[in-house]
């Protein structure tokens, strides 16, 4: 039968075809999610490097330099910049736990601002004020590192003696 003759053939180059729109359209979804992951993983890196709190000017006295967040025009640039890699690239945990780190940096350097006589020498009373503030401040950035290293799948575990994972080591 004609049929069957051209019918077979037809099918096989549809089937083959649609193989092939298929295998290319997953190779190019691979690919843009490999290139977000490297873009996601360089960002994550660099929140890491520079979301320590303590920037400020390079002749500030080290006792008041770790109350403050960014001074010069450059820190402030770096994190405009990172923000706007955050808004574009991370996870929305990654996202929210990067606002509050800031927003935490923000609140001790505004305490510091307002309401201290001289950071160099806190009062008592200061320094009875701004401990949970800084104690704030230190969990939100450590709960952001945390997140990076779930989202990179790089959180640390230890394995017991008979090869079993256990709980996370402290820090990791």
């Known amino acids: 039968m004609d049929v069957e003759k051209t019918l077979i053939p037809a099918l096989a180059i549809l089937a083959t075809t649609g193989m092939s729109i298929a295998t290319l359209w997953h190779q190019r979804r691979s ?15 660099d929140l890491l490097t520079n979301q320590h709190p303590y920037l400020a000017e390079p002749d500030m006295d ?8 960014p001074q010069t025009r450059e820190e402030r640039e770096l994190l405009e910049s990172l923000s706007a890699r955050v808004d574009a690239f991370a996870t929305e945990p990654v996202s929210r736990l990067w606002r509050d780190a800031v927003f935490r940096v923000h609140v001790v350097s505004t305490f510091v601002s307002e309401g201290m006589s001289d950071p160099r020498s806190p009062t008592p009373e200061e320094e009875a004020e701004i401990a949970p503030l800084l104690e704030q401040r230190a969990a939100a950035s450590d709960a952001l590192r945390k997140q990076i290293r779930a989202d990179l799948k790089t959180a640390r575990r230890r394995r017991s003696l008979w090869g079993r994972r256990s709980r996370a080591l402290p820090g990791g």
Request: hydrophobic share 40%; glycine share 4%; net charge positive.
């Open 62 to 69: 080290p006792a008041a330099r770790r109350y403050f967040g």
């Open 31 to 45: 690919s843009d999610q490999a290139r977000l992951w490297e873009r996601r993983a360089q960002l994550y890196v």
